[in-house]
């Protein structure tokens, strides 16, 4: 059958108008309570009756019983209803009706209800009823409905891997099974186009996101989720604005939310993770707050705010749900495990294929250490070697930076990688080091531009932005207070020089 061909018309034996009547004929025959349940033999008998049809065929007929072969475009959270049931919802979707249709599920426990492992997977119903409140859905009756779940990829295997209690398959499963694949190759659920990962955000557009949630934190009213996938967000660029006030001032990643260091801790060391600030509540958050869900945040938008990606979810935004099993996240975490086992591909993508040669230190054999990696570790003080880039500078002015030369200042650096930012200090006794000897005030701006990435002024004047290198540098923690040592822990950076 070709891609666009009809899955439905083209193996049952039934036209659909004539599906229909028999649809409503089987609900006015169908044994009342009490009645005799059929015998095996007419069992086996009505096997080859049952008849299939198209989603938006199914939607004329409301109230009556009917079977359904579909895929799940979206899967919901598993929840305990108003009685004492527990309620799932999933969305399916077939040719005849690609925008799809939600199916209610209740069932006396978790077990009993649909484990879809991916989305894209495809479903078999049995005598589901088409209801209308509002609008059209699906419910499964625990007492008479049933269900199956394929794998949705092309495969020889037709046989299902999940099935309830009460149901029996067809002489068409397989045939239509073999065609949906078809048609799912052709057409997977979700919009693929506008799906990005972290590593190809863009500001001001909307996409889905396939994603890990962390972490999700309220605050006034408002919900941030710390999402992951294992990629680095692009490296942001900077406005060149002429006053020193802009450059100094950087905000950190926690500022807004800082995070106990316990959550902190549980945050991976090698990829950037994102904030998406909500302005409502979302069904999916007590899920979500366990820290262990994959999860589709469709229809949002991101915008960067100082250099930090922020996402946000919009009036249209969705979250899914997703198996470990969902295709998407199989990919991302094969992805992640093929990074961190590359010493290269460990650090920054956008540092790639190799950082500024601006900086030399003198701990060249030292391993590479994330930012993140460094504020999760279990020691308070520890030193490491690191990449990353300045992004803001104080104080950052000639007179200043000389009084630095002179023992008199401390300089504060901002650095950033795609796992944290953090401040990072020059103390005043290795100031003279750090620039590489005691300086003109004209060679000091010259080497602080380089840090941040200021480049100089030519023919058409002032540069609008400004790009700032990655440098390795060696940094080593300190506390200030022994009783509150993460508290009070800050860094310093030592043994590194800014070459001319």
Same mark, same amino acid.
């Given at each position: 059958?070709?891609?666009?061909?009809?899955?439905?018309?083209?193996?049952?034996?039934?036209?659909?108008?004539?599906?229909?009547?028999?649809?409503?004929?089987?609900?006015?025959?169908?044994?009342?309570?009490?009645?005799?349940?059929?015998?095996?033999?007419?069992?086996?008998?009505?096997?080859?009756?049952?008849?299939?049809?198209?989603?938006?065929?199914?939607?004329?007929?409301?109230?009556?019983?009917?079977?359904?072969?579909?895929?799940?475009?979206?899967?919901?959270?598993?929840?305990?209803?108003?009685?004492?049931?527990?309620?799932?919802?999933?969305?399916?979707?077939?040719?005849?009706?690609?925008?799809g249709i939600s199916v209610t599920f209740f069932a006396d426990n978790t077990a009993l209800l649909p484990c879809v492992k991916s989305s894209g997977d495809v479903i078999s119903?049995?005598?589901?009823?088409?209801?209308?409140?509002?609008?059209?859905?699906?419910?499964?009756?625990?007492?008479?409905?049933?269900?199956?779940?394929?794998?949705?990829?092309?495969?020889?295997?037709?046989?299902?891997?999940?099935?309830?209690?009460?149901?029996?398959?067809?002489?068409?499963?397989?045939?239509?099974?073999?065609?949906?694949?078809?048609?799912?190759?052709?057409?997977?659920?979700?919009?693929?186009?506008?799906?990005?990962?972290?590593?190809?955000?863009?500001?001001?557009?909307?996409?889905?996101?396939?994603?890990?949630?962390?972490?999700?934190?309220?605050?006034?009213?408002?919900?941030?989720?710390?999402?992951?996938?294992?990629?680095?967000?692009?490296?942001?660029?900077?406005?060149?604005?002429?006053?020193?006030?802009?450059?100094?001032?950087?905000?950190?990643?926690?500022?807004?939310?800082?995070?106990?260091?316990?959550?902190?801790?549980?945050?991976?060391?090698?990829?950037?993770?994102?904030?998406?600030?909500?302005?409502?509540?979302?069904?999916?958050?007590?899920?979500?707050?366990?820290?262990?869900?994959?999860?589709?945040?469709?229809?949002?938008?991101?915008?960067?705010?100082?250099?930090?990606?922020?996402?946000?979810?919009?009036?249209? #935004?969705?979250? =899914? &749900? @997703?198996?470990?099993?969902?295709?998407?996240?199989?990919?991302? /975490?094969?992805?992640?495990?093929? *990074? %961190?086992?590359?010493?290269?591909?460990?650090?920054?993508?956008?540092?790639?294929?190799?950082?500024?040669?601006?900086?030399?230190?003198?701990?060249?054999?030292?391993?590479?250490?994330?930012?993140?990696?460094?504020?999760?570790?279990?020691?308070?003080?520890?030193?490491?070697?690191?990449?990353?880039?300045?992004?803001?500078?104080?104080?950052?002015?000639? #007179?200043?930076? =000389? &009084? @630095?030369?002179?023992?008199?200042?401390?300089?504060?650096?901002? /650095?950033?990688?795609?796992?944290? *930012? %953090?401040?990072?200090?020059?103390?005043?006794?290795?100031?003279?080091?750090?620039?590489?000897?005691?300086?003109?005030?004209?060679?000091?701006?010259?080497?602080?531009?380089?840090?941040?990435?200021?480049?100089?002024?030519?023919?058409?004047?002032?540069?609008?932005?400004?790009?700032?290198?990655?440098?390795?540098?060696?940094?080593?923690?300190?506390?200030?207070?022994?009783?509150?040592?993460?508290?009070?822990?800050?860094?310093?950076?030592?043994?590194?020089?800014?070459?001319?």
């Amino acid at each position: 059958m070709s891609p666009g061909g009809n899955p439905y018309t083209e193996h049952a034996p039934v036209s659909h108008a004539r599906a229909m009547e028999e649809a409503a004929a089987r609900e006015r025959k169908r044994p009342r309570e009490g009645d005799a349940a059929p015998s095996a033999a007419a069992a086996a008998a009505g096997k080859s009756q049952y008849v299939y049809l198209p989603i938006a065929d199914a939607l004329k007929a409301p109230g009556a019983r009917v079977y359904l072969f579909a895929a799940v475009s979206e899967i919901g959270a598993t929840v305990r209803s108003r009685g004492t049931d527990f309620t799932l919802t999933l969305r399916i979707a077939d040719q005849s009706r690609p925008a799809g249709i939600s199916v209610t599920f209740f069932a006396d426990n978790t077990a009993l209800l649909p484990c879809v492992k991916s989305s894209g997977d495809v479903i078999s119903l049995h005598n589901v009823v088409i209801t209308m409140h509002g609008e059209f859905f699906v419910t499964f009756n625990k007492k008479f409905s049933s269900f199956a779940l394929f794998e949705g990829k092309v495969s020889t295997e037709c046989s299902p891997y999940q099935t309830s209690m009460k149901y029996h398959g067809t002489r068409y499963d397989n045939e239509l099974l073999t065609q949906m694949r078809m048609w799912l190759a052709y057409n997977p659920p979700g919009l693929k186009d506008l799906e990005l990962q972290l590593r190809s955000l863009k500001s001001d557009t909307t996409f889905d996101l396939v994603c890990k949630v962390l972490h999700v934190h309220e605050k006034k009213g408002e919900w941030i989720f710390y999402v992951w996938d294992g990629t680095d967000a692009p490296a942001a660029e900077f406005q060149a604005i002429s006053d020193a006030e802009a450059v100094e001032s950087s905000p950190l990643y926690l500022e807004e939310a800082p995070l106990p260091r316990e959550v902190l801790c549980t945050m991976p060391c090698v990829g950037t993770v994102l904030r998406i600030f909500a302005n409502r509540y979302l069904k999916e958050v007590f899920h979500l707050q366990k820290n262990i869900y994959w999860a589709r945040f469709c229809n949002i938008t991101c915008k960067q705010e100082f250099g930090i990606w922020k996402g946000i979810l919009l009036t249209s #935004s969705r979250v =899914r &749900l @997703l198996s470990h099993e969902d295709g998407s996240v199989v990919d991302r /975490l094969k992805m992640y495990d093929s *990074r %961190i086992t590359d010493k290269v591909h460990r650090q920054p993508i956008a540092s790639l294929p190799e950082a500024s040669n601006i900086a030399d230190v003198e701990y060249e054999t030292i391993g590479y250490t994330t930012l993140m990696e460094s504020l999760t570790h279990e020691q308070v003080t520890h030193k490491f070697k690191t990449l990353v880039r300045v992004v803001a500078a104080y104080p950052c002015r000639a #007179s200043e930076l =000389r &009084l @630095l030369m002179t023992g008199s200042y401390c300089l504060r650096l901002t /650095l950033e990688d795609p796992t944290a *930012r %953090i401040h990072a200090y020059v103390h005043k006794d290795d100031g003279a080091k750090f620039f590489g000897g005691f300086l003109s005030a004209e060679a000091l701006i010259k080497k602080m531009n380089k840090l941040l990435g200021i480049p100089e002024e030519d023919e058409e004047g002032a540069p609008l932005t400004r790009n700032p290198p990655w440098i390795w540098c060696c940094l080593k923690s300190y506390c200030l207070d022994k009783n509150d040592p993460w508290g009070s822990r800050r860094y310093r950076i030592f043994a590194t020089e800014i070459r001319d």
